[in-house]
């Protein structure tokens, strides 16, 4: 009796263990689905419910990466590029190195009257020599803006924009340098778009930027970039992003790439109408991990 007893109880264990298997196998790929899309309206909705501080404008661009698969775009239009302007000056910089026509081991020496504020090269000592490789480096990763100053000058503006409109960017383009308000109000202004930070991020992803190397190089770079107190501020910490930031009064700026745990992804966050920084910067990385955790898993 006994052990008709226990045979049973077996029995039923084993069953309920099959059906849970069943419902798992039914109900996981629906969820693994849902987890891979993202909508406009789904921004929008992000848009409206995280943020504490109210009154910013987003423009936000998302998209995975590895498939065939359009952007998410909110709101995208024409901005002050701020430092984001510094991702095309990198991209001619190597341009011009492949072409022999920048050594990357050119020494400079920093003459502190032509510094500006903004990152540590206005803090050296004048006649310090740094080379262009470095200054490179400290455009990206501590959004120099002495050094992107210097670049501009070696490189020169208009290679800048026609580097700008070879890549297909219809909003970016170089009419100033970094910190030249007198510039300003002229009407001399450097602008650009999530659409078309996003189209260069995408280029340097899939090495169809300059070539595989250079793109990789680039991405490198971007990979060490110190101001992390938006896209990456909330997100697991053995993620990779390659990343760059921008900031202006009233503007901040965040785009790059994740290298998510199931999917890699392009998000770009331009928030305008900024008062209240610190609340806006938590504000943007509560989207930033909004969406890893719509997609990025």
Not at 37 to 63: D, F, M, N, R
Not at 186 to 204: C, E, F, H, M, P
Request: charged share 20%.
């Amino acid at each position: 009796m006994i052990k008709v007893v226990v045979e049973k109880m077996v029995a039923s264990l084993m069953f309920m263990c099959f059906m849970i298997v069943c419902l798992f196998t039914l109900v996981l790929p629906n969820v693994a689905s849902a987890a891979g899309t993202i909508s406009e309206k789904w921004l929008s909705q992000q848009v409206t419910t995280i943020p504490i501080e109210k009154g910013v404008k987003y423009a936000i661009y998302v998209k995975p990466l590895g498939d065939d698969g359009k952007g998410v775009i909110l709101n995208s239009h024409k901005m002050a590029s701020a430092s984001l302007i510094k991702i095309p000056i990198m991209i001619e910089a190597f341009n011009q190195k492949n072409q022999g026509k920048l050594d990357f081991n050119e020494p400079v020496v920093i003459k502190h009257s032509q510094a500006v504020e903004g990152g540590s090269v206005y803090n050296l000592p004048d006649g310090t020599i740094l080379t262009i490789g470095q200054i490179l480096d400290l455009m990206i990763v501590q959004s120099d803006n002495t050094a992107a100053n210097i670049l501009i000058d070696k490189l020169k503006m208009e290679n800048v924009n026609a580097m700008i409109k070879s890549l297909g960017c219809k909003e970016t383009v170089l009419q100033r340098k970094m910190m030249d308000f007198e510039a300003v109000k002229q009407g001399r202004q450097n602008y650009t778009s999530v659409n078309d930070i996003a189209n260069i991020l995408g280029k340097l992803y899939s090495s169809q930027c300059l070539d595989p190397e250079s793109d990789k190089a680039m991405l490198d770079i971007m990979l060490r970039q110190e101001d992390n107190t938006v896209i990456p501020a909330q997100l697991p910490h053995d993620l990779k992003i390659a990343h760059k930031t921008g900031e202006l009064d009233g503007m901040y700026y965040d785009c790059g790439i994740v290298y998510g745990h199931s999917h890699d992804y392009i998000l770009c966050i331009m928030a305008e109408n900024v008062k209240d920084e610190p609340h806006v910067l938590y504000d943007m990385s509560s989207l930033s991990i909004a969406i890893y955790d719509q997609i990025g898993r």
